[in-house]
């Protein structure tokens, strides 16, 4: 955001104009702003010129030193103001002084002005003193809060000078607003203690001094008494913790698999294979082939060149999923740990779930769309490894050899294949991620959240229908984690999500009581009731579903595989058509000089890649009931505890992992998903060795691998049944809209009041915010929440995520479809 100088007029007594103006000249370095009034004429004269106010925003990429950051704001007193004016000359963002002298001689001035033009026309009565007091108002509530200049205008209510902490700067003209000095320091103590929140430090918004002698007014204008107004509000600042400190851990948090020792051992097994494939490429080529031919289909020959080269080639496959699905989770992260404005600017956007392997994403930074588009290939290593090997003819008797276009095709992707792993491992080598520990669960993005100064924004985001609306009503962010401080020396270090240089959030006293304040207050308030009325209702609620798992499309996945599946097992047990029997091979089975055979090629590679398509097809659906989960258990018409859903980590555990965890916690149906969904890896790797040409009775037949067959038509049955699994109980899936990226996540949490909670009040490690969220209650019960309907800590009503049994209006209405 450009820098820019709001310049406020009041010309005979008409609103006043509000001019922005970009400057290019302003200083590159963090200082206060100020406004001059002893360089200006008086703010309340009607006919003088009105102060210009210059806003300096703290650049995006300047951090500041804890060190340098306490000496630098602490206050100073002035020798000519009273020990109990503190006052921040030089590191307050905002600053107003008046000088008595000056304003006086303004005065005497405009009054002198206002007689002779009284006395060119003396026809003309003089217009009606008007209060000037809502304008000036509006142009001090520009500088108090860090936001763009709205064109809408304040009214003047009785309401909006119970919640605006600041005194009134206004001459009496005869207005009656102030009758007598000793009134007028009355009335500015009690607005000031009215408009201070409880617990408020010394560098609040506004300090008055009440000691200070009242000056003398004019006859002609009476003037206010000389006083400094020191704005002080809450600015966020971002700063390096310091070092070997156990209250501020380093926020270089990396997962396990994307260490530099994980990320060695994937290199050295790409290595370890590039070499045994050169190795038998080339020995191969001067021994015309490897072994002899023994054993048929069904021996331990055919297992070592049939099976194990996709079996080595699929572990391969899987961990390089797991670089993937980590780098996917805490990507976003990083990216809002960086200094660059520009770089963070999307990362509330970026999916934090691994998507499918069909194709790669292009939303991160360069060098990993890079390492993710290389990594990509790996899905056509298994069913090449599948063709690797076939027989060739030397003098008279069959032996194996490798095919040498398939071998060397592999060492080109797995050279491919361990670029991507060096570019990937040299980003998150050292690299600041700021991360406490690893993002798995609701429950540790929820905890970055308390003392954030970006909710306010996310007003209304509950209910939108797609990523695209959010994405419109958040544009222009840059968003950062890490940590901050503000310019009150006492109030320390924190950690959270915040944007730089915008204050913290603003609290307002209504009826006795503290409120958060939000800028949209006033403009959205009058539209709450038909806004809740048409918004927050079950339609509103259940009106998303990832496409996958809607009801037209699990339907047709079900039907369509499960007539498949009953296709194949009658085709393949007819006595015409057996699999026993095999069948011609079509094309031609000899094969070439370099080992290459048309028949061997088609019938190992077509099967593999067409179990790769079934694995990858069913990865979707796995992840999708996965991180929809949490939601499910926050959605029961009871809550849930935090263990079973804010806690639940399945998009992060490896598969069986998972399987494991969901049936601990009795989710059946991701358990079951999950392991089918890994098991069915099987298909890529049987298919490709599941027929042989050979030669039976002068003819030459694909025969298969009957044992292969019947593992891969188990798994096939097992995959159907997954399908099914997914049919029943899916209403609890449905949300207002996704939950693919954090700014999604947010909309959800962003009003609820879990977050003023103690067990999301800073915790120091995951095993303390677990223990904090799984702490029992009064009468041994642990807490429960839910997704439902709730009034946010603004007042407003929100959709998403807080604690259950809270009294009175403050409690969650869980909604459901029927």
């Given amino acids: ?50 102060p210009t106010v210059i806003r300096w925003i703290t650049p995006t990429s300047r951090r500041v030193s804890p060190q340098a950051s306490f000496e630098t704001i602490k206050p100073e007193v002035e020798p000519s103001i009273a020990t109990n004016e503190a006052t921040y000359p030089s590191n307050n963002p905002l600053a107003v002084r008046f000088d008595e002298d000056q304003i006086r001689n303004t005065e005497l001035v405009a009054s002198k002005r206002e007689e002779r ?62 009758t007598s000095q000793k009134q007028r320091e009355e009335l500015a103590l009690t607005r000031k203690h009215r408009s201070t929140p409880p ?87 001067y021994h015309h082939g490897l072994f002899g031919w023994a054993g048929g289909i069904h021996g331990g020959r055919y ?71 290389l990594f990509w290939l790996t899905i056509f290593t298994i069913p090449l490894q599948s063709c690797l090997f076939s027989v060739v003819l030397v003098d008279g008797i069959w032996r194996w050899t490798i095919v040498q276009g398939v071998a060397w095709t592999l060492v080109a992707v797995y050279i491919l294949v361990l670029v991507a792993i060096v570019i990937s491992g040299l980003f998150f080598f050292r690299r600041t991620t700021g991360l406490m520990w690893d993002p798995r669960t609701l429950a540790d993005t929820t905890a970055l959240l308390p003392r954030s100064n970006c909710l306010g924004d996310y007003a209304g ?18 968003d950062r984690l890490g940590y901050w401080m503000t310019q009150h020396r006492g109030r320390g270090l924190f950690y959270c999500i915040g944007e730089e240089g915008t204050s913290t959030r603003r609290y307002t006293l209504q009826s006795g009581r503290i409120h958060e304040k939000n800028g949209r207050d006033e403009i959205e308030q009058n539209s709450d009731v038909e806004k809740s009325a048409d918004l927050y209702n079950t ?38 058509t057996g699999i026993w029997n095999g069948f011609p091979p079509l094309v031609p089975v000899v094969p070439n000089a370099s080992g290459f055979s048309p028949a061997n090629f088609l019938h190992s590679f077509v099967p593999s890649i067409l179990g790769m398509l079934l694995y990858i097809f069913l990865q979707p659906l796995d992840m999708a009931i996965r991180k929809l989960q949490p939601w499910v258990e926050l959605g029961n018409t009871e809550g849930s505890t935090a263990d079973r859903s804010l806690l639940l980590d399945y998009t992060a555990a490896l598969p069986i992992q998972c399987s494991i965890s969901a049936l601990r916690h009795g989710h059946y149906r991701v358990a079951s998903v999950s392991l089918i969904s890994f098991l069915s890896l099987l298909l890529p790797v049987l298919g490709g060795g599941l027929f042989f040409p050979l030669t039976t009775e002068n003819e030459v037949r694909m025969l298969p691998n009957l044992p292969a067959f019947y593992i891969c038509l188990a798994v096939l049955i097992f995959y159907v049944l997954a399908l099914f699994i ?59 929440y839910g997704f439902g309907l709730y009034k946010g ?15 009175g209006a403050a409690g969650v209405l869980l909604l459901n479809d029927q």
């Fill in 1 to 50: 955001m450009d820098r820019q100088k709001v310049t406020v007029r009041s010309v005979h007594h008409d609103r006043p104009t509000l001019q922005r103006i970009t400057t290019a000249e302003l200083p590159t370095v963090p200082a206060p702003a100020h406004v001059r009034i002893d360089d200006c004429p008086s703010l309340t004269s009607s006919i003088s010129d009105a």
């Fill in 117 to 178: 033009m009284e006395n060119v026309d003396q026809e003309l009565s003089p217009p009606t003193p008007m209060d000037d007091t809502p304008y000036i108002r509006f142009a001090i509530d520009q500088l108090t809060r860090d936001e763009e200049v709205k064109s809408s205008q304040r009214p003047s209510t009785s309401t909006s000078s119970e919640s605006y902490p600041v005194d009134r700067i206004v001459p009496d003209y005869g207005l009656g607003y102030m």
């Fill in 199 to 285: 617990g408020t430090p010394e560098g609040r918004l506004f300090n008055f001094n009440a000691t200070r002698p009242l000056s003398k007014h004019s006859k002609l204008s009476p003037l206010p008494p000389q006083e400094t107004v020191s704005v002080s509000p809450d600015i966020f600042i971002p700063v390096d913790p310091p070092l070997h400190t156990p209250r501020y851990p380093n926020l270089t948090f990396v997962p396990t698999i994307l260490r530099p020792t994980s990320m060695i051992t994937l290199a050295i097994l790409c290595l370890l294979m590039i070499t045994a494939l050169m190795f038998s490429a080339i020995y191969s080529t």
């Fill in 303 to 373: 297992v070592l060149f049939g099976f194990l080269p996709q079996i080595v080639s699929a572990c391969i496959f899987v961990y390089v999923q797991g670089v993937m699905s980590a780098t996917t989770r805490i990507l976003p992260y990083t990216l809002m740990a960086i200094d660059d404005a520009y770089m963070r600017t999307n990362a509330l956007f970026l999916g934090i779930y691994p998507g499918s392997m069909l194709w790669p994403r292009w939303n991160g930074p360069l060098s990993i769309n890079i390492s993710n588009s």
């Fill in 461 to 478: 985001t509950d209910v939108l229908r797609d990523q695209e609306d959010l994405r419109e009503r958040l544009a222009v962010r840059s």
């Fill in 539 to 576: 339609e509103t609620r259940f009106q998303y579903l990832p496409w996958m798992l809607r009801d037209t499309f699990v339907v047709l996945w079900a039907v369509a595989a499960f007539i498949t599946l009953i296709a194949l097992i009658v085709v393949s047990s007819l006595p015409s």
């Fill in 726 to 784: 997914l049919l029943p109980k899916r209403a609890l899936m449905s949300l207002p809209h996704g939950v693919d990226c954090l700014a999604e996540i947010i909309s959800f949490v962003h009003g609820s009041r879990m977050l003023e909670d103690a067990a999301f009040r800073a915790p120091r490690s995951k095993a303390d915010l677990a223990s904090r969220l799984m702490a029992t209650q009064d009468g041994g019960r642990h807490t429960r």
């Fill in 793 to 807: 800590r603004h007042g407003k009503l929100c959709m998403g995520i807080d604690k259950l049994g809270r009294p």
